[in-house]
């Protein structure tokens, strides 16, 4: 198993109400999960492959529930990453050099019987965790744009979040509001309008999440 590490700030967007069903054992709000997530690295490796400033991002789509299967999905790795580090990055983000259901990662793929094929593009991003905002192009697939919860009475931000001590995603999370824009690709997300979003700092390794 090649050693990897990654400290990342993550943002993705569900088709789900607030609060993500799935955190909590139950089944998606409309039956089926629709996914769009987008990774910025701030450092890490893949064997003695510097990973640091790189960027990554998936779709993906399940007829129900993640557990249940059927699902598909498709990556996409910044074209500004070097060949090693593509081959890191893809290593990582499809499940390999990881320990059983140790990741999200690892997860999502056992779960994907189709997978489409990786695509090398464009990513700008820009994610404030603390403001909960964001803002993502995934230039030819999908823009994603996040923003805070909103008092349904005062109109004012209303924070809320979601901690999982034994997480394999995340550990802790800003609940934001999301939407995500299909551009292309072999996956579309039509329902991922005003819908749930987080935004989340994790260290992860071949072992799942560092927690100190």
């Not at 607030?18 to 709000?29: A, F, L, N, S």
């Not at 990556?75 to 390999?96: F, V």
């Not at 990881?98 to 056992?110: L, P, Q, R, S, V």
Request: proline share 5%; aromatic share 8%.
């Amino acid at each position: 198993m090649i050693p990897w590490e990654l400290d990342i700030t993550q943002m993705q967007n569900c088709n789900c109400n607030y609060g993500c069903p799935c955190q909590y054992t139950v089944d998606p709000t409309h039956g089926s999960c629709e996914a769009s997530v987008v990774y910025e690295i701030h450092s890490g490796f893949y064997g003695d492959t510097d990973l640091a400033g790189t960027r990554a991002a998936f779709a993906a789509i399940w007829p129900e529930a993640i557990y249940k299967g059927n699902g598909q999905m498709q990556l996409m790795i910044d074209d500004s990453a070097s060949d090693a580090q593509r081959k890191g990055l893809e290593a990582i983000l499809t499940g390999k050099d990881t320990d059983e259901m140790a990741t999200g990662w690892y997860i999502f793929n056992a779960m994907c019987p189709t997978k489409h094929e990786t695509i090398y593009c464009k990513i700008d991003s820009k994610i404030d965790i603390e403001e909960r905002t964001g803002s993502a192009t995934v230039h030819g697939m999908f823009n994603l744009e996040v923003e805070p919860l909103k008092n349904p009475v005062s109109g004012m931000p209303h924070r809320a979040a979601m901690s999982l001590p034994n997480g394999f995603d995340f550990l802790y999370a800003e609940v934001a509001n999301g939407t995500t824009k299909s551009l292309g690709g072999a996956i579309e997300l039509p329902n991922n309008v005003g819908t749930h979003s987080q935004l989340s700092r994790n260290r992860m390794n071949n072992h799942g999440m560092v927690k100190h």
